[in-house]
Nanobody, 127 residues
Framework: VQLQASGGGLVRPGESLRLSCAAS????????VGWFRQAPGKEREFVTT???????????YYADFVKGRFSVSRDNAKNTVYLQMNRLTPEDTAVYFC??????????????????WGQGTQVTVSS
């Protein structure tokens, strides 16, 4: 499966963005999908994961620093996973990536446990 993240941009502190992770080549519905981010000079860090399958509600897991501000969802009909980011701060500035989990474990979230990385999308939060 090939993934492409999009939807990034330049926003002011307190504003919102919705990122999309679109898949091609294979259905994304079976996979645990993760969002990660990488700021300049820093290691890629976990943001959130969402469980796969054909469900009404999907279990999710978030990094502590995004709880209450970010929300992950998926639309299997569109083969896409979304990341809604609210109340953005300058510390959220990074390139955001999506990827599929090798283990299928929602809570195994080091970036080395994921593959099918696509090009990321830049999010810049600045006044």
């Amino acid at each position: 499966v090939q993934l492409q993240a999009s939807g990034g941009g330049l926003v002011r502190p307190g504003e919102s963005l919705r990122l999309s992770c679109a898949a091609s080549g294979r259905t994304l519905s079976a996979y645990v999908v993760g969002w990660f981010r990488q700021a300049p000079g820093k290691e890629r860090e976990f943001v959130t994961t969402i469980l796969g399958g054909d469900r009404t509600n999907y279990r999710t897991y978030y990094a502590d620093f995004v709880k209450g501000r970010f929300s992950v969802s998926r639309d299997n009909a569109k083969n896409t996973v979304y990341l809604q980011m609210n109340r953005l701060t300058p510390e959220d500035t990074a390139v955001y990536f999506c990827a599929t989990s090798r283990s299928g474990d929602l809570y195994r979230v080091h970036w080395t446990d994921f593959d099918s990385w696509g090009q990321g999308t830049q999010v810049t939060v600045s006044s």
